[in-house]
Nanobody, 119 residues
């Protein structure tokens, strides 16, 4: 049974940083690319970033390109999203999945972790 659990979401002020984690079990993690997605209230889900099986970033949403960094540790079956200089428009539920890119709906998905950026 595949389980994907995100953690690290929090309420922060603009300009602060967070590091999200995505712990995966029930599959051979090193064989899957991993994507981070987010969905803000009243908006469509959007792809934030993806990383290949070989630890190479494959996609960054334009609006976060200079502020977020994706990584993974295959030995820990985990992926991460370092988010710096957070802005109120980054407020969303962030999820990770074994899929990548805009419009992706396949793969295994986690339940998400809430990130709120507010002063």
């Amino acid at each position: 049974q595949v389980q994907i659990v995100e953690s690290g979401g929090d309420l922060v002020q603009p300009g602060e940083s967070l590091r999200l984690s995505c712990a995966v079990s029930g599959l051979t993690f090193s064989r899957y690319l991993i994507g981070w997605f987010r969905q803000a209230p009243g908006k469509e889900r959007e792809a934030v970033s993806c990383i290949t099986e070989w630890n190479s970033p494959a996609y960054y949403l334009d609006s976060i390109k200079e502020r977020f960094t994706i990584s993974r540790d295959n030995a820990q079956n985990s992926a991460y999203l370092q988010m710096d200089s957070l802005q109120p428009e980054d407020t969303a539920v962030y999820s990770c999945a074994t899929t990548c890119g805009p419009g992706a709906t396949d793969g295994h998905w986690g339940q998400g972790t809430q990130v709120t950026v507010s002063s």
